[in-house]
């Protein structure tokens, strides 16, 4: 039980494009979702905290006009990458926590490549 | 910021015990350590958690100091599989109603045959 799907699990596209990565839970719901970002060799950075019906939290510095969060049911959750540049390349990973559990289930993750 | 401190890599021969230290040295009176690994290029797998106790389960073996300042992973007889980055990661609470996990540096585990 208790998986996270990610779509797509990798994209390339032009600078100046925007792109948009699907989190799915598909056996439970999901009130809260993060999303990570890591680039190679390095670890997950929290970007921000997402939140079923309401805003999402971003962490200090992420840019929240740029990477738009959107929350609209208890089993989706979508980050879109805004005006992408090269340097937006990298790892997007989510997260999902099961109501009552302890443990935090996290998706494959999505490759996004800038060109 | 991150609250876990790691060796940055480990080494481990096949069969034989690996143990992961991490220091946690500011951690809260209710704040949980976890453990998750990453297999390169691959979404975080949980591995356990706990807050005061030792815990055990079918994966690992987490020890905690009594003054919960450190904790100790313990993969019991390690395999070629159990290469990868482990993470030691403090849960904390946020002002908007949730607990969130922030990674620290990771250790890189290679278990050599």
């Known amino acids: 039980g208790a998986v996270v799907s990610q779509h797509p699990s990798w994209v390339i596209c032009k600078s100046g494009t925007s792109v948009k990565i699907e989190c799915r839970s598909l056996?439970?719901?999901?009130?809260?979702m993060f999303w990570y970002r890591q680039f190679p060799k390095q670890s997950l950075m929290l970007m921000a905290t997402?939140?079923?019906?309401?805003?999402?939290?971003?962490e200090q510095g992420v840019e929240k006009d740029k990477f738009l969060i959107n929350h609209a049911s208890l089993t989706l959750s979508t980050l879109t990458v805004t005006s992408a540049h090269p340097e937006d390349s990298s790892f997007y990973i989510c997260?999902?926590?099961?109501?009552?559990?302890?443990?935090?289930?996290f998706g494959s993750g999505t490759r996004l490549t800038v060109v | 910021d991150a609250k876990t401190t790691q060796p940055t890599s480990m080494d481990c021969a096949e069969g034989r015990a690996a143990n992961l230290p991490c220091n946690h040295s500011?951690?809260?009176?209710?704040?949980?350590v976890y453990w998750y690994r990453q297999i390169h290029s691959q979404g975080p797998q949980y591995i356990i958690h706990?807050?005061?106790n030792n815990e055990t389960n079918e994966m690992a073996s987490l020890i905690i100091t009594e003054d919960r300042k450190s904790s100790t992973l313990i993969l019991p007889h390690a395999t070629l599989r159990d290469t990868a980055v482990y993470y030691c990661?403090?849960?904390?609470?946020?002002?908007?109603?949730?607990?969130?996990?922030?990674f620290g540096t990771g250790t890189r585990l290679q278990v050599f045959p």
């Open positions: 990661i403090v849960r904390v609470a946020t002002s908007y109603n949730t607990d969130k996990l922030i």
């Open positions: 056996d439970f719901q999901a009130t809260t």
């Open positions: 997260s999902a926590r099961l109501e009552g559990a302890y443990g935090y289930t």
């Open positions: 997402s939140n079923e019906g309401s805003k999402a939290t971003y």
């Open positions: 500011t951690i809260s009176g209710n704040e949980y």
């Open positions: 706990g807050l005061k």
